[in-house]
């Protein structure tokens, strides 16, 4: 099911309220909504990849993720 595109009682989709939060704190900039995953939909199976480009990522900032 695509929900990208359906809005709720608040008229907003799930990206726009998404957007919303992420850009509402004190000194927060529009970068800070950028993506950070890609999700991908395949045979019934879900993936979740964080994205190359994310500036905030999992793990421990001090270790290079190839170690």
Partial sequence: MDRENETDSTGMTDEEKRRD???????SVE???EPRIDVTHRDGVT??????DA???PGDPTRDPEE
Avoid: E, G, K, W
Wanted: hydrophobic share 30%; no cysteine.
């Fill in 55 to 57: 500036d905030v990522r």
């Fill in 21 to 27: 939060q992420l850009t509402s704190a004190p000194n």
């Fill in 47 to 52: 993936r979740i990849d964080i994205r190359d």
């Fill in 31 to 33: 970068s800070d909504a």
